[in-house]
C-alpha cells in the first residue's frame, strides 16, 4: 500500500494534492465525507460511503419495511439485491420484531359485554389455551407492522391439530393493549368462536306444526293403512304419498295463508327471542271431515277402531 503525503491544495479548492513515497503525485476530491472525517464527525461516514445502486432512498427502504413489506419485495422495488438493503432493513426488522414481543405483554380489550377472562396479557392468554391443548405456545410465529394511524398491526400464526389461520390483533403501545380483529384471534385468546346459524325456514316450521296438530285418533285402518307399511316392518308414507297428501286442501309454499302465517310465526319468535322466554303456541289447524287420515304404528300391527 503506497504512502501519500499532503503537499497542497488545488487552484479552485476542490481537491487535494498528494504525493507517494517514490514522487508520484495524486489528487483526492474534497467531498462532504472527506470534511466529516476530518472533523471527526463519524455518524455520517457511514450513509456516505455506502453506494446505494438502488432506485428507493435509505429512508423510502425502511418506511416501506416498518410497513410490513419483505426485503425480498423490497429489493425488487428498488431494483437492487437484499443483501444491499439490509444495511437500513435490518434495524427496522428488530423494531418490528421488539413490537411485537412487547404487545404480547399487553392486556386484551374486549367490546363491551364480553368477558374479560381474568385480565390476563395477550401472551398469558395464548399460553394458557394452547398448553390446554397440549400445543407448545412456542410455534406461534409472531410478527407486526405500523399502520398509518400510528398503531401497530400484529399477527400471529399457528397451525394446531384443532385449527390452523393467522390471527390478527390492533396493538396500541400507548395504551399498552390490543384489539381482538377476526375469529383467528379470540380462537387463540381462548374465547369461544360460534359457528353459523343454520338459515330459518319459516314455511318448514309451520308445515310441521301442522301436521303436529293432528290427532292419533283419526289415522286411518283397513287397507289403505297396510299399503302404509313397508317390507322391513317400519311404517312409510311412500315417496309419492308425502304426510301433506293426508290433510285435506294443505297449503303449499306457494299459499298466500301459509306464507302469510310463516311471517307471523317468525314476527312472535323475534319478539320472544328479544323477550328471554319460548314462544307462545300456536293455534292449532283443523283438519276438514271427509278423508282417512295415516295410522299409528299400533294400529297398523294390531288393528283398532271400526272394523
Request: proline letters at 6%.
Amino acid at each position: 500500500m503506497a504512502h501519500l503525503t499532503l503537499t497542497g491544495v488545488s487552484d479552485d479548492g476542490k481537491r487535494l494534492l498528494l504525493t507517494s513515497d517514490k514522487g508520484v503525485e495524486f489528487t483526492l476530491d474534497i467531498t462532504p465525507s472527506l470534511r466529516a472525517a476530518l472533523s471527526g464527525d463519524t455518524s455520517q461516514i457511514g450513509q456516505l460511503e455506502i453506494p446505494m445502486e438502488s432506485a428507493l432512498r435509505p429512508r423510502d427502504i425502511q418506511a416501506r419495511i416498518r410497513a410490513g413489506e419483505t426485503p425480498e419485495a423490497v429489493a425488487q422495488a428498488a431494483h437492487t439485491t437484499v443483501d444491499k438493503i439490509m444495511t437500513y432493513a435490518g434495524p427496522v426488522l428488530a423494531e418490528r420484531e421488539h413490537v411485537a414481543q412487547r404487545a404480547q405483554r399487553s392486556s386484551v380489550r374486549r367490546a363491551p359485554g364480553e368477558s374479560a377472562g381474568g385480565a390476563r396479557t395477550l401472551g398469558d392468554s395464548v399460553e394458557a389455551h394452547l398448553r390446554s391443548g397440549n400445543v407448545d405456545p412456542t410455534t406461534v410465529g409472531w410478527d407486526a407492522w405500523r399502520r398509518e394511524d400510528g398503531r401497530w398491526t400484529l399477527v400471529a400464526r399457528f397451525e394446531t391439530p384443532e385449527r390452523s389461520g393467522t390471527a390478527e390483533f390492533t396493538y396500541d403501545a400507548p395504551g399498552n393493549y390490543v384489539v381482538l380483529d377476526n375469529d383467528d384471534g379470540r380462537w387463540l385468546v381462548g374465547e369461544v368462536v360460534a359457528g353459523a346459524a343454520p338459515p330459518r325456514n319459516d314455511l318448514d316450521q309451520v308445515r310441521q306444526r301442522r301436521l303436529s296438530a293432528v290427532p292419533e285418533s283419526e289415522l286411518p285402518l283397513g287397507d289403505d293403512a297396510i299399503e302404509l307399511v313397508t317390507q322391513d316392518g317400519t311404517a312409510s308414507l311412500g315417496a309419492e304419498a308425502p304426510v301433506e297428501a293426508f290433510l285435506d286442501d294443505s297449503p303449499t309454499s306457494d299459499d298466500p295463508a301459509l306464507r302469510e302465517e310463516a311471517a307471523e310465526a317468525a314476527a312472535h319468535d323475534d319478539e320472544a327471542d328479544s323477550e328471554g322466554h319460548e314462544p307462545p303456541a300456536r293455534r292449532q289447524v283443523q283438519k276438514k271431515r271427509g278423508r282417512a287420515s295415516v295410522p299409528t304404528w299400533d294400529e297398523i300391527m294390531f288393528g283398532g277402531g271400526d272394523q
